[in-house]
């Protein structure tokens, strides 16, 4: 009896060490799951643009000039400042009255001031002031230059094969460097195209009465084509290949697992892309983020 009892509690001790190093190797090798966050399709209308840069001016700009030789004796005006039609700019002494000013306390009699006032023609913007106070002018220099604020537009250069795109009339939106969007119209077309660029010189009047600066170089978005009622996703749930031929994206099959679902793109802008093939359901969930470098298949656990 005694001899039968031995290997039975070899046996049991046996079965017990398999089972404890069974358990250790489950507890140290556990399952690993990759955190994701899931969104899902959209259906909304899409565009397809064109940016291309424009520069900001004013087409129409008025000189100032003196009208009679002297020295200037006052300056009403400065850079960036807005004048009305009407509105004092300078005082221009004359040469001949500066030059008999000593006699004025001498004689009282004698009156001759001499003071010529330069007023502004057209109201505008005063984008130059090439005189100041004690300045010598003779008659016709150069003393200011005023742009006609209702001359601001874009200057776009537009590739001719792109022309189509930005017709007379035809609307687009212009981003400033700050990111700030206005809304503008394509007001004309010169009829000369740069002969080494080939491009097209294009007028934009933006629809807003901001006040912008000269030169200001801006992004030009001309719609392309539009689609309504497109499958649509983020850009950040698509994947492809090194060559960008293969595109993808990883959907979920249950609350733990997901799949790699092939899928051909549309129109894309900076946030969406159009899928066209395959058709989503409403309530299929795809990966938005996290899903990078995941295989077929793989373990993941959703993240609020």
Known sequence: MKILILPIILLALVFSACKNGADESSASNPEVKTPVT???????????SIRLPATSA??????????????????????????????????????EAEALRKFH????????????VIKASESGIVTEVNKFVNDYVSDGDAMATLAQQNSFVFLLNIP???????????????????????????????????????TQLCELKVLSSQSLPENLVASVFLVKSTKANAQLLDKTCVLSDEIMENF????????????????????????????????????????YSGQYGLPDTALVIISK
Not at 178 to 192: E, F, H, K
Not at 257 to 274: A, C, L
């Open 160 to 198: 001719y094969e792109l022309k189509k795109y930005a017709s007379v009339g035809t609307s687009c939106t212009i981003v400033l460097p700050d990111s700030a969007r206005l809304n503008a119209t394509v007001v004309s077309q010169l009829s000369t195209v740069d002969p080494v660029s080939q």
């Open 248 to 287: 993808w994206v990883m959907k979920l099959i249950n609350d733990s697992t997901d799949v790699k679902v092939p899928v051909k793109k549309g129109i894309s802008t900076d946030q969406k892309i159009e899928i066209t093939s395959p058709v989503f359901d409403a309530g299929d969930r795809i990966i």
């Open 38 to 48: 899931v969104t899902t399709a959209e259906r909304s209308s899409i565009s397809e």
């Open 105 to 116: 306390s001498g004689d009282t009699s004698f009156r001759l001031k001499g003071l010529i």
């Open 58 to 95: 004013y087409l129409e700009k008025n000189q100032v000039k003196a009208s009679v030789t002297g020295y200037i004796e006052k300056s009403f005006i400065r850079v960036g400042g807005y004048v009305h039609a009407g509105d004092p700019l300078f005082n221009i002494r004359t040469k």
